[in-house]
């Protein structure tokens, strides 16, 4: 007999019903205090060498139901190897159709990025590079560390660049993004990372949502905070996570800023600015027109035509950490974000946009603040 069980790091679902392989009924299940639900992360054990059908009957009650259209899950046998499996979306009901090879198979609603592989990412960095620092900036409303790096010398006259990723921690490929940038960052090797560094001190937060990480949460922390309205008004009781590191920015100032995210529907790995601000200045422009031409020549996977309409945000828009930032210090900043699904222009089927893909795509960014440092 199919048992269903989710309860591990980031692990979400609920099972209606799995006592048929056939027909296994599920649903997805809610973030912990938010009507948010679009994550899922489970193990199916029983089904090996059967038809295994599996159906997630409130899909089309998801926080975002486009997000099924041509989409496919992630599946792996050993946690570490993820790959694609055939999706499909009738406007309710998302289903999978797999024949699993072992005794055991993870589903996923997108390659997961471990808090073990968190704490792997800080130590690593730390062990690697004589110039990373670990800047504890506190603790969660769960009780776990909330940690920036600081990579290279601060001082008179170096430019500051912030870099956040996983507000969203459903939105793993963001942590994965930050992997490869800072393993590019830290290579000693790297001739666009030893330039930056004559000339930059970068500050990077890898996971900004410990805590809705490891609860298995889409889109909020603990509190039910999405924290990427929480910019203008952050509160320790609801969301320490941005007030800690607001205090730290505060501190530093920022010269640019990048917010790694990823998004349910669009297929393309694309950019969003500061464009909706009243503040927003023509000098701000220039930055993210070089900015973006230099991101296009360096990376085939990133594209300028597909992204956000101007105004989406409407009067959301400062509680947004990109618009809050680009105000307050009048830098560049930028939103960047990749999908859940596979890029419609340089496609990969049997992977989709995966970890790897999106940690080379993260080591990529650093050529395009190169190209601006100067400006900055």
Not at 28 to 43: E, G, L, Y
Not at 120 to 130: K, R, T
Not at 141 to 153: K, N, V, W
């Amino acid at each position: 007999m199919p048992t269903i069980s989710s309860i591990f790091d980031s692990g979400a679902i609920e099972v209606i019903d799995a006592s048929d392989v056939g027909n296994i009924r599920l649903n997805i299940r809610s973030d912990n205090a938010s009507p948010f639900a679009q994550w899922f992360h489970f193990r199916l054990t029983g089904a090996k060498g059967k038809d295994a059908v599996l159906h997630f009957g409130n899909a089309g009650q998801s926080a975002y139901p486009g997000g099924w259209h041509d989409y496919n899950a992630v599946a792996s046998y050993d946690c570490e190897n993820w790959f694609r499996v055939p999706g499909e979306f009738d406007g309710q009901t998302f289903t999978i159709r797999h024949t699993p090879l072992n005794d055991a198979v993870w589903y996923a609603y997108f390659e997961p990025y471990s808090w073990e592989r968190h704490q792997q990412l800080i130590g690593g960095a730390l062990e690697v590079s004589p110039w990373c620092e670990l800047l504890p900036l506190g603790q969660t409303l769960d009780g776990r560390d909330l940690d920036a790096l600081r990579i290279g010398i601060d001082g008179a006259g170096r430019k500051v660049i912030w870099i956040i990723a996983r507000q969203h921690p459903g939105e793993t490929m963001a942590e994965w993004f930050v992997e490869g940038l800072i393993e590019a960052l830290i290579d000693e090797q790297n001739p666009i990372s030893r330039a930056l560094l004559a000339k930059a001190v970068f500050y990077i937060v890898p996971n900004m949502n410990p805590d809705g990480s490891v609860r298995g949460n889409l889109r909020t922390n603990a509190a039910g905070a999405n924290l990427n309205r929480e910019w203008r008004n952050p509160s320790a009781a609801r969301s320490p996570e941005v007030l800690l590191v607001r205090q730290q920015m505060q501190q530093t100032g920022v010269h640019a800023f990048l917010d790694v995210h990823g998004d349910e529907s669009i297929p393309h790995n694309f950019v969003a600015g500061c464009e909706g601000n009243p503040s927003f200045s023509a000098r701000q422009r220039q930055l993210q027109d070089a900015f973006k031409a230099a991101w296009l020549a360096a990376s085939p996977d990133f594209q300028t035509e597909h992204g956000y309409g101007a105004g989406q945000f409407g009067p959301e828009t400062l509680t947004l950490a990109t618009n809050w930032v680009g105000d307050t210090f009048d830098c560049l900043a930028y939103t960047i974000e990749m999908p859940f699904k596979d890029t419609a222009n340089t496609p990969l089927p049997a992977v989709g946009w995966n970890g790897e893909r999106s940690r080379q795509f993260g080591a990529s960014v650093l050529t395009a603040l190169h190209a601006v440092v100067d400006a900055m």
